[in-house]
C-alpha cells in the first residue's frame, strides 16, 4: 500500500498494480522509490560475477542460466521501483517466475549424469511458465504471481531440506546489512537466498561428480564455490 503522502517525479504518475510502502521520491526525483530500487544491486553485480566463474569452471550451462535470470530478475525489479510502471512491474515479476523455474531444474537435476537433460521436467517448467504468465496478463492480479511464485519457493524450499537432510551438512553463513525498509530487506534476503540456492545446488551437483567443490568467502564474507577437477589417473 502506498504511503498516505507521494510527491510527483520524473516518471509521472503509477501505473503499477503494486506501490510498496517507501514514500514516492522521497530522496531522488529521477527513482520513485529508491531503497527499493538500489537494493536490487544484491541481485544483480554478484550474479554477474557468477555465471563469469561459471564459464570459466567448465559448469554446465543450467548454471549460467541460472545467474543470469536472477541479474535479469534484479534489473526488472530495479527499473519497476524506479518506475512504478505497469510494464515495468511485469518486467520484475514475470523473471522471477521464469529464473525460480530454472533454480527448480537445477535442483532436480542435481544427481544426474553430467550433461544430461530431463526433458520431461524442462517441459513441465516451459508449460507452467507460458500458463501463469498467458494468466497473469490477463487478470492482472498480484495475489496470483504470489501464489504461483511461492509454490515454486515452496518447491525448492522442500527440495533444499530433502537434500540437506539424507546427505549433506548445510552452512549457512552469517549475513550482515544495514536498512530500515522492510521492502529493501525483502530484496536483500530474496537476492542472498537466490544466490545461494544457486551455489548450494552447484556444490551438490560438483561434488556428485567427485569435483571436490570447496566454500569460500570473499573478503571473509560472500561465499563462492571452487573447486578441483577430478584427477585421472
Not at 496470483?144 to 511461492?150: A, I, N, S
Request: glycine letters at 4%.
Amino acid at each position: 500500500m502506498a504511503p498516505a503522502v507521494d510527491r510527483q517525479g520524473y516518471w509521472g504518475l503509477t501505473t503499477s498494480t503494486l506501490d510498496w510502502c517507501e514514500e514516492n521520491y522521497a530522496v531522488t526525483w529521477y527513482m520513485a522509490e529508491f531503497w527499493n530500487t538500489v537494493s536490487n544491486l544484491i541481485m544483480i553485480i554478484p550474479p554477474i560475477f557468477g555465471a563469469i566463474q561459471s564459464v570459466r569452471d567448465g559448469l554446465e550451462k543450467r548454471y549460467i542460466a541460472a545467474y543470469l535470470a536472477l541479474t535479469v530478475v534484479g534489473m526488472g525489479s530495479w527499473c519497476f521501483h524506479m518506475t512504478l510502471k505497469y510494464e515495468m512491474q511485469l518486467l520484475d515479476e514475470l523473471p522471477m517466475i521464469y529464473s525460480s523455474c530454472i533454480f527448480v531444474y537445477c535442483m532436480f537435476e542435481c544427481f544426474k549424469t553430467k550433461n544430461s537433460v530431463n526433458y520431461h521436467l524442462l517441459f513441465t517448467l516451459v508449460l507452467f511458465s507460458l500458463i501463469v504468465t498467458t494468466i497473469y496478463l490477463q487478470v492482472k492480479e498480484p495475489v496470483f504471481h504470489q501464489v504461483m511464485y511461492g509454490m515454486l519457493v515452496f518447491t525448492l524450499v522442500l527440495r533444499s531440506i530433502y537434500i540437506v537432510t539424507w546427505n549433506f551438512r548445510k552452512k549457512v553463513p552469517p549475513v550482515v546489512a544495514v536498512t530500515t525498509q522492510f521492502h529493501a530487506w525483502w530484496h536483500i534476503l530474496t537476492g542472498l537466498g537466490s544466490y545461494l540456492h544457486i551455489l548450494f545446488s552447484i556444490y551438490t551437483r560438483t561434488l556428485y561428480l567427485r569435483y571436490r567443490p570447496k566454500v569460500k568467502f570473499l573478503f571473509g564474507i560472500w561465499p563462492v564455490i571452487l573447486f578441483e577437477p577430478l584427477r585421472k589417473h
